[in-house]
């Protein structure tokens, strides 16, 4: 199976930030890692694979050395989640004979893109299982449930423009009374959603929920000879995908991937790229607090996230002196106050590897009169204390519920993290 097409059965069974850890974890699976839980001792062996997960919605994945156990790391740092619409705990609304569903905007996501589209409703129910007394986790994903429609043009009286109130225009509708539904319940949704919930995940009863609403569009290979690679969740899931995709071992490095939650709100949560979840793994793999020092200090980090790229309508926003194009190479992103954590060792590290092994890449940075937006990248390696760069595929439409970046820098971004993790040395 070709890479694209391996990335495609990921962006498209990858629903929600629960899916997305669950596919990985599958993979991984797959490529012989052993799970191990984090409440439980670990007993860890030279040259073997394993992961762990946090939340449901972070995953820590290593290959350990074969020949030392204080070897220095290569990590690539991921987020799993997008900017979306998530379900508010009590979410009827009833206005006359139609009902809605009260959502809350998660991340910086761009509303009007929302709008006319078939919408699915993805996440996980939380249950008590009788047999265990645990409380635990079933993921969801009802599709086709509700809709976003626009305002007729004819109702508008902003007829050359277009102003969102995210709390009361993106309501999704979902309902409507007919003849032979004389009365919306205002309980409506919860009663569906208990009963989809015995039908399809043969549990009676549920406690809350962690629901979003996600796009139905399927990926599309659009353009001439299909160049084009359009797909919800580009942002991150496409690094997210690669990251699991290319790690493997290395006889003189830990090599690692780290799947985060909650980077389009800030990363400072339990499953975060701020938390403590990255430092409480690797002090259970260096044998040591001095050793695990050593190490990071010869360590290597890539905050792998999305680039912009240049937009043909939209020239004017970008510096076209720095500023990726689209299928011409990985973008390595830079910025004086540190939003990006590339620095003139990191950026030669990358140079360097591309070099060796013709990879393309190219530089992002953002006008200096525009607000420059961030990643994982200052949070993690500034805990961590470890060199770090900032990459990423460049891509249109960013946060948009449909996204668009080029095949061949599918190739290039898979090339570069397969480089990372394999070579001898990066110098440092």
Same mark, same amino acid.
């Given at each position: 199976?070709?890479l694209t097409?391996?990335?495609t059965?990921?962006?498209?069974?990858?629903? @929600?930030?629960?899916?997305a850890?669950a596919?990985?974890?599958?993979?991984?699976?797959?490529?012989?890692?052993?799970?191990?839980?984090?409440?439980e001792a670990?007993?860890?062996?030279?040259?073997?694979?394993?992961?762990?997960?946090?939340d449901d919605?972070?995953?820590?994945a290593?290959?350990?050395?074969?020949?030392?156990?204080?070897?220095p790391?290569?990590?690539?740092?991921?987020?799993?989640?997008?900017?979306?619409?998530m379900?508010r705990?009590?979410?009827?609304?009833?206005?006359?004979?139609?009902?809605?569903?009260?959502?809350e905007t998660?991340?910086?996501?761009?509303?009007?893109?929302w709008?006319?589209?078939?919408?699915?409703l993805?996440?996980?129910?939380i249950?008590?299982?009788?047999?265990?007394?645990?409380?635990?986790?079933?993921?969801?994903?009802?599709p086709?449930?509700?809709i976003i429609?626009?305002?007729?043009?004819?109702?508008?009286?902003?007829r050359?423009?277009?102003?969102?109130?995210?709390?009361?225009?993106l309501?999704?509708?979902?309902?409507?009374e007919?003849?032979?539904?004389?009365?919306?319940?205002?309980?409506?949704f919860?009663q569906?959603?208990?009963?989809?919930?015995?039908?399809?995940?043969g549990?009676?009863d549920?406690?809350s929920f962690?629901l979003?609403?996600?796009?139905?569009?399927?990926?599309?290979?659009?353009?001439? *000879?299909?160049?084009?690679f359009c797909?919800?969740?580009?942002?991150?899931?496409?690094?997210?995908?690669l990251?699991?995709?290319?790690?493997?071992?290395?006889?003189t490095?830990l090599?690692?991937?780290a799947?985060?939650?909650h *980077?389009?709100?800030?990363?400072?949560?339990?499953?975060?790229?701020?938390?403590?979840?990255?430092?409480?793994?690797?002090?259970r793999?260096? @044998?040591?607090?001095?050793?695990?020092?050593?190490?990071?200090?010869?360590?290597?980090?890539l905050?792998?996230?999305?680039?912009h790229?240049?937009?043909?309508?939209?020239?004017?926003?970008?510096?076209?002196e720095?500023?990726?194009?689209l299928?011409?190479?990985?973008?390595l992103?830079?910025?004086?106050?540190?939003?990006?954590?590339?620095?003139a060792?990191?950026a030669?590290?990358?140079a360097?590897?591309?070099?060796?092994?013709?990879i393309?890449f190219q530089?992002?940075v953002?006008?200096?009169?525009?607000?420059?937006?961030?990643t994982?990248?200052p949070?993690?390696?500034s805990?961590?204390?470890?060199?770090?760069a900032d990459?990423?595929?460049?891509?249109?439409?960013?946060?948009?519920?449909?996204?668009?970046?080029?095949?061949q820098d599918? *190739?290039?971004?898979?090339?570069l993290?397969?480089h990372?993790?394999?070579?001898?040395?990066l110098?440092?």
């Amino acid at each position: 199976m070709s890479l694209t097409q391996q990335l495609t059965n990921f962006l498209e069974n990858s629903y @929600s930030p629960y899916h997305a850890v669950a596919n990985a974890a599958a993979i991984l699976k797959e490529k012989g890692f052993s799970f191990v839980s984090l409440k439980e001792a670990w007993n860890l062996e030279q040259g073997k694979s394993y992961f762990t997960t946090r939340d449901d919605s972070s995953l820590l994945a290593w290959s350990m050395p074969s020949q030392t156990t204080d070897a220095p790391l290569r990590l690539v740092g991921t987020h799993t989640d997008s900017p979306s619409l998530m379900l508010r705990p009590h979410t009827e609304q009833t206005t006359h004979n139609t009902q809605v569903l009260g959502v809350e905007t998660y991340g910086g996501a761009l509303l009007y893109s929302w709008l006319d589209k078939s919408l699915s409703l993805a996440g996980r129910v939380i249950f008590h299982n009788k047999e265990t007394n645990l409380l635990e986790t079933k993921l969801v994903y009802i599709p086709d449930i509700a809709i976003i429609p626009s305002l007729a043009i004819h109702l508008s009286k902003e007829r050359g423009s277009l102003t969102l109130n995210p709390h009361t225009h993106l309501r999704p509708l979902w309902h409507i009374e007919t003849d032979n539904n004389k009365e919306l319940s205002p309980t409506a949704f919860q009663q569906f959603l208990h009963t989809w919930c015995k039908e399809n995940l043969g549990i009676d009863d549920f406690y809350s929920f962690d629901l979003f609403l996600t796009t139905s569009t399927k990926v599309a290979l659009l353009g001439y *000879e299909q160049q084009l690679f359009c797909a919800a969740h580009l942002d991150n899931l496409v690094s997210s995908f690669l990251a699991i995709h290319t790690l493997e071992n290395n006889p003189t490095a830990l090599n690692m991937a780290a799947l985060f939650m909650h *980077e389009e709100i800030g990363s400072v949560s339990l499953s975060g790229a701020n938390s403590d979840f990255t430092e409480s793994v690797l002090q259970r793999i260096y @044998s040591t607090n001095e050793k695990r020092q050593i190490a990071l200090s010869q360590s290597v980090f890539l905050s792998a996230d999305g680039a912009h790229a240049l937009h043909p309508n939209y020239t004017e926003t970008l510096d076209l002196e720095n500023v990726p194009l689209l299928g011409q190479g990985v973008g390595l992103k830079r910025n004086a106050r540190q939003r990006y954590t590339t620095n003139a060792i990191t950026a030669a590290v990358i140079a360097k590897l591309c070099k060796d092994n013709n990879i393309k890449f190219q530089y992002f940075v953002n006008r200096s009169d525009y607000p420059c937006g961030s990643t994982i990248g200052p949070s993690l390696s500034s805990r961590l204390g470890i060199q770090s760069a900032d990459i990423g595929i460049s891509m249109l439409g960013m946060h948009s519920t449909m996204e668009t970046c080029a095949v061949q820098d599918i *190739e290039h971004y898979n090339n570069l993290l397969s480089h990372f993790y394999s070579t001898s040395s990066l110098g440092i």
